[in-house]
RNA sequence: GCACCCGUAGCUCAGCUGGAUAGAGCGUUGGCUUGCGGAGCCAAAGGUCGUAGGUUCGAAUCCUGUCGGGUGUACCA
């Protein structure tokens, strides 16, 4: 493919010398099986009609392409379309699984994405998020990445002093030995029923609101004094311990893994130390005994980035965690992924950031997605507790897959859910059907899986799969010719950081598949050693999209 | 008010660095099964791409206005 387009650009450079992108699409079947307008873009500089310039490149790319091409031609206005050789297909085809493009060769890139805070619970959105991060992750490390899945999350702040103003009211005191009696299964709920609390007394009660803030200060200075030993101290690090424990055995359970946490606590000094140096050079300032950065300079919105109290808000807290980056990793691209809410922030604090680490603020791209929300849902909401939280997503679709197979099956679950995320592209809300997720017909997870482990089935069954594909016939050229365009997906999907484009292909892939499956004989066909080599390519195809995805694909189901 | 995101078939979505009759799935209607896993295949119905202009040989795609939904707008995250 990268070579059929550098010698569409020699040939265009050396007739018309003229500076017309070399872009070559895969079109519509029926017309072949790489297309280009470059006649119709060329037609107008040139001033030459279309057709004519269309004539010009044909003759010369015949030539140029040889054995590669079987026909070119000229279609509609002027569009040239190219038919490969069955040859040249077979070796395109057989490659596909194995050498996808390694546009990030060489390249540290930084993915940070998830980032729940300690002291409140994993709601849908965390799970959206770390499905969509650890599957982005995956592309850009299939082209070459180096990367590193970090996530941030707030162990200090506001919320940590509302809920452990509600944990200290449930425990009489600051009496850490009665944490005890929490059950060791029940300790996360048990916090978010806290955070609940807390949130609610802090918005209706003066004397609480009151309280939390100083709450608030006092989990500050535990740091500052670095002290575990108060009885205050236990009962924070003991429940923030219990939130680390669960966030991990969720992400162990749901497979995104990440290398490194971030927590507030550890990149607030730095950020709270960045804000203030800057503040001297002018780049923050103070207003209304606040120190912060205005952003209507440059059409965003001003943001408090050091409160009245002195304490670092999130927005100073994100300097940390992105100077901390910089300074752990020194990326090359630091990608960032968080619900829309976050979107105008982030654009102040990168813009701030941007006055004095230019480079760092380059190099960073912030993608935001939409809210997860139920078919036929209500809208959640953290603070006033009537969300949909990670577990009920979990729950729901194992219900919906229970009742459609008769029995549990995590692996099809987890592939139903994050299908559901990841085929939609990144941006708008999600609108999760349980139901549909988990069916096993159209566009789902387990149908893939399905379609995945009945392909392995055949191989089992046929004998010994030809070593080359060879000539194609009308069955097979289709399966081929799809199996073939694996790699320019994966480019696209790791250019654009949008794994849905894999699942769109993986889809279609399957389509082609069964179309093929349903009118041509593998096992016992004369044209058995070639088909089996076909199948096996198109499983290949489906395991790695499928990986990439985070998604299992088992050899039986 | 201002800013950002989103408006494509009954529903859920692809397509958006402009290009050939706007594609899938679900749902609806009809057909195929002595099958290598039919969890499939073949076919039909269903769309003024929110709307009005503009740019262009060509616009779902780019620009402007407008309507509708969501979000954000200083010491929460």
Not at 13 to 18: E, M, N, Q, S, Y
Request: hydrophobic share 40%; aromatic share 10%.
């Amino acid at each position: 493919m990268q070579e059929m387009t550098t010698v569409l650009a020699t040939v265009i450079h050396d007739l018309f010398g003229a500076d017309v992108k070399a872009e070559l699409t895969r079109p519509e079947p029926q017309f072949g099986d790489y297309a280009t307008n470059v006649a119709l873009q060329l037609a107008g500089r040139v001033g030459k009609p279309p057709r004519g310039v269309a004539e010009q490149l044909v003759e010369k790319l015949r030539e140029a392409y040889g054995e590669r091409v079987s026909d070119i031609t000229i279609a509609g206005p002027g569009f040239i379309n190219i038919r490969l050789s069955d040859s040249a297909l077979a070796t395109a085809a057989e490659a596909a699984p194995t050498t996808p493009p390694q546009q990030f060769k060489g390249q540290v890139i930084v993915t940070e994405y998830s980032d729940p805070n300690p002291f409140k619970v994993l709601h849908a959105g965390h799970l959206y998020t770390s499905v969509v991060g650890d599957s982005i992750s995956n592309v850009v490390e299939k082209a070459g990445g180096n990367v590193h899945r970090v996530n941030f999350g707030g162990d200090v702040g506001l919320h940590v002093g509302k809920t452990m103003w509600a944990i200290l009211q449930e425990l009489g005191g600051e009496h850490p030995e009665k944490l005890q009696d929490v059950p060791e299964n029940g300790r996360s709920e048990w916090m978010a029923k806290c955070y609940v609390a807390g949130t609610k007394a802090y918005e209706d009660d003066e004397t609480a609101k009151a309280e939390i803030i100083a709450l608030n200060k006092r989990v500050y200075q535990l740091f500052a004094d670095n002290d575990h030993e108060s009885p205050f101290a236990h009962i924070y690090w003991t429940c923030r311990q219990w939130s680390y424990d669960y966030f991990n055995v969720f992400y162990k359970r749901i497979g995104t893994p990440f290398e490194k946490y971030y927590p507030e606590s550890e990149v607030a000094p730095l950020g709270l130390q960045t804000v203030r140096d800057q503040q001297a050079k002018g780049v923050y300032e103070e207003s209304n005994g606040a120190v912060v950065f205005d952003g209507e300079k440059y059409g965003l919105h001003t943001r408090v980035f050091i409160n009245s109290q002195g304490l670092p808000t999130y927005e100073a807290k994100d300097v940390g965690v992105l100077m901390s980056k910089w300074r752990d990793y020194h990326f090359d691209r630091s990608i960032v992924i968080t619900g829309n809410d976050i979107d105008e922030y982030m654009k102040v604090v990168l813009k701030s950031v941007e006055q004095y680490e230019p480079e760092l603020a380059r190099r960073t791209t912030h993608f935001t997605h939409g809210n997860v929300k139920l078919q036929g849902g209500v809208k959640m909401s953290s603070r006033k507790g009537n969300f949909l939280r990670a577990v009920d997503v979990l729950d729901a679709a194992n219900e919906a897959n229970r009742a459609a197979t008769g029995r549990d099956d995590e692996r099809a679950v987890l592939g139903a859910i994050k299908y559901a995320f990841l085929k939609q592209r990144i941006g708008a809300d999600i609108i999760f059907d349980p139901k549909e997720s988990v069916s096993l017909e159209g566009n789902s997870g387990p149908y893939l899986q399905y379609a995945h482990a009945r392909a392995r089935s055949v191989l089992v069954k046929g004998g010994t799969a030809a070593e080359h594909l060879a000539e194609l016939d009308e069955l097979e050229r289709p399966l081929a010719r799809k199996i073939s365009e694996y790699p320019e997906v994966l480019e696209k999907s790791a250019r654009e950081f949008m794994p849905h484009h894999i699942c769109t292909y993986l889809y279609e892939l399957a389509q082609i598949f069964n179309r093929f499956y349903e009118h041509a004989h593998v096992v016992g066909d004369p044209r058995e050693a070639v088909r089996l080599k076909l199948v096996s390519l198109y499983a290949d195809v489906l395991q790695d999209g499928l990986g990439l995805l985070g998604i299992a694909a088992p050899e039986r189901m």
